[in-house]
C-alpha cells in the first residue's frame, strides 16, 4: 500500500497538477503565477521607495523649518528629488512670479500660492500612487480568474468520469484538484495584493498629509511675509 499512497502524493503535487491540467486550466494559472510575480516586484519596489520618500521628506522638511533663509534653502536643495522639494520649489516660483510687478494683489497672491503648491502636492501623490492600480486590479481579479479555472477544470473532471464511467476517488481526486488548485493560485496571487494596497495606500495618504502641512506652513510663512510688504 505504501508506493501507491507514494505515487498518489507525486500526482497530486504542485509539478503533477499544472503539467496534468487542461490547457485552458493552465493557461490560467499561468497568468496567475505570473501576476503573482509582478505583483511581489510592484511590492518591493513600491515599499522600498515609499518608506525611503517619507524618511527623507521627514528630514527635509525639519532642515527647511530649521533655516534661516529661505532662497539659500531653495537654491541649495532645487535639484532635490523629493515631494516637499517640489512643492516648495512650486510655492517659491509662485511667489517670485506673484511679487515681481510694482503693484501686489495680496488676496490674489495667496491664492495663486495655495492653488500652485497644491497641485504640486496632487502631482506628487500620483506619481507616488502610480502602480497601486495594479495591486488593486490583481487583489479584485485573481480570485475570479482562478475560480474560472476551478469551475473549468471541474466541468472537464466530470466530463471523464462519465466517459469513464468510474467515480471512484481514484478517478475524481487529480481532476478535482488541478481544478481546486487553480482557486489556491488566485487566492496565492490576491490575498497579498489585497494587504500590499491597503498598506501603500495608508502609506500614501499620510504622505498627502504631510505634503499639505507642510504647504500650509509654508503658504502661512509666505502670507506674514505678503503681509509685511507695502
Not at 503565477?33 to 522600498?48: E, Q
Not at 495680496?106 to 502602480?131: F, H, I, P, Q, Y
Amino acid at each position: 500500500m505504501h508506493p501507491v499512497l507514494t505515487t498518489d502524493a507525486a500526482a497530486l503535487s504542485p509539478v503533477a497538477l499544472f503539467i496534468h491540467a487542461d490547457w485552458v486550466v493552465r493557461i490560467v494559472m499561468g497568468g496567475l503565477l505570473l501576476a503573482s510575480i509582478w505583483t511581489w516586484g510592484i511590492i518591493l519596489s513600491v515599499g522600498r521607495r515609499l518608506g525611503a520618500t517619507r524618511r527623507r521628506m521627514a528630514a527635509f522638511e525639519r532642515d527647511f523649518w530649521r533655516a534661516d533663509d529661505i532662497d539659500a534653502f531653495h537654491k541649495a536643495h532645487a535639484d532635490t528629488p523629493l515631494p516637499s522639494a517640489r512643492v516648495l520649489a512650486a510655492g517659491v516660483a509662485e511667489w517670485r512670479r506673484s511679487t515681481a510687478g510694482g503693484t501686489i494683489d495680496k488676496g490674489a497672491t495667496r491664492e495663486r500660492l495655495s492653488t500652485a503648491m497644491g497641485a504640486a502636492a496632487a502631482g506628487e501623490v500620483d506619481r507616488l500612487a502610480d502602480r497601486l492600480n495594479v495591486l488593486a486590479t490583481v487583489g479584485s481579479v485573481a480570485p475570479f480568474v482562478g475560480l474560472f479555472g476551478t469551475v473549468w477544470g471541474i466541468m472537464r473532471a466530470f466530463t471523464g468520469i462519465a466517459q469513464a464511467q468510474n467515480s471512484s476517488l481514484a478517478v475524481v481526486a487529480p481532476g478535482i484538484a488541478e481544478a481546486l488548485f487553480a482557486t489556491a493560485i488566485g487566492l496565492f496571487a490576491a490575498i497579498p495584493a489585497v494587504i500590499a494596497f491597503n498598506r501603500f495606500s495608508h502609506g500614501v495618504n499620510r504622505v498627502e498629509a504631510s505634503l499639505g502641512r507642510f504647504a500650509d506652513g509654508f503658504h502661512t510663512t509666505l502670507s506674514r511675509q505678503l503681509d509685511a510688504t507695502r
